[in-house]
């Protein structure tokens, strides 16, 4: 036997207002056509001056909570991935616990900007693998439309502010046959930083800043980085490609899962798009996709899954579970 983290249930939230690509172009220069050629992306939503990260992963975190079944009091570990934090400090993880009236436990944000929710997910696999924790609650949550520059097109058309919600809990199982994370495989690269980043920080500028990205050079960093991770988990799985049932990538741009898929030949049909819908809504869109998948019927118990994301850093990684 052996002590798993197993998923319990999932959640999400988006914020009410929905902004199609015709809304968009009201006041941005660009078009439907423009966005939907380069991007896959028809829609996204834009929080409003009431929605934040912490109120957004409080809403998708209700929801796991419910899914998985369980009392929030049995919740030990809160982590919260996000590059878009409701204060510098303290961490939004601690909003959240205070938000579902936990009195103690162990709470932290972790930043690594679209690849937060794989960091936040391996870390807490890890504490709880280690007897660390027991019942974790691991979320993903962002209002990037706080940081972007609405004057560049190139950019803004890109995100969207939303959360996804994750209860992991400790679970003994037979080594090979049983339900939990299996692999997961973390990197960074810092010497790429100038190629997406934010132009701002308190120790450098004192101001928020802005997004910035180099749409080209990312889209070939991202091809090659997320087909290597899911080859890696894989193989520490002591799986094939061919046993994954589904892929839930990160969304940032359909183009970069179409490419992705064709370098690992795997059928279109085993990947989970929300992108069209949500946009890239960075360390929220690997759970708030998985959610979605979960809750129409195509993620099912006994399902292999690979979770995968590349962010700015550049951070990237993979996680293979048996759900």
Excluded at 29 to 34: A, G, H, I, M, Q
Excluded at 74 to 85: E, N, S
Excluded at 128 to 149: H, K, Q
């Amino acid at each position: 036997m052996i002590r798993r983290s197993v998923v319990l249930g999932t959640g999400s939230a988006l914020p009410a207002k929905a902004v199609s690509n015709t809304e968009l172009a009201q006041s941005v220069d660009t078009s439907d056509e423009w966005i939907r050629g380069r991007t896959g992306i028809h829609n996204r939503y834009i929080a409003d001056d009431n929605e934040t990260t912490s109120s957004l992963a409080l809403d998708a975190s209700r929801e796991a909570i419910k899914a998985a079944g369980i009392d929030t009091t049995d919740i030990d570990l809160i982590i919260l991935a996000t590059a878009t934090p409701d204060q510098t400090f303290p961490a939004s993880a601690t909003r959240v616990q205070a938000g579902l009236g936990i009195d103690d436990c162990v709470a932290f944000d972790v930043a690594a900007v679209c690849s937060g929710f794989l960091y936040a997910v391996t870390v807490a696999d890890n504490m709880i693998r280690a007897g660390g924790a027991n019942t974790a609650l691991v979320i993903g949550s962002e209002t990037f439309s706080r940081i972007m520059d609405w004057e560049d097109r190139t950019t803004c058309v890109l995100f969207g502010d939303g959360a996804g919600a994750m209860v992991l809990k400790a679970q003994e199982s037979d080594e090979q046959a049983g339900p939990g994370i299996l692999a997961s495989k973390l990197h960074a690269d810092g010497r790429h930083n100038g190629l997406l980043y934010v132009d701002g920080g308190p120790s450098t500028t004192g101001t928020v800043g802005k997004l910035r990205m180099k749409g080209q050079e990312v889209f070939r960093h991202a091809v090659t980085n997320l087909a290597s991770a899911l080859r890696e988990v894989v193989e520490m799985a002591g799986m094939t490609i061919d046993d994954i049932d589904w892929l839930v990538p990160h969304q940032a741009n359909a183009r970069i899962l179409d490419g992705t898929a064709r370098k690992l030949q795997l059928s279109p049909d085993k990947v989970i798009v929300t992108v069209d819908q949500h946009a890239n809504t960075s360390a929220a869109s690997v759970p708030l996709a998985f959610d979605v998948a979960v809750r129409d019927g195509r993620i099912k118990h006994g399902d292999i899954v690979v979770m995968e994301a590349m962010g700015g850093g550049f951070t990237w990684g993979a996680c293979l579970l048996r759900f």
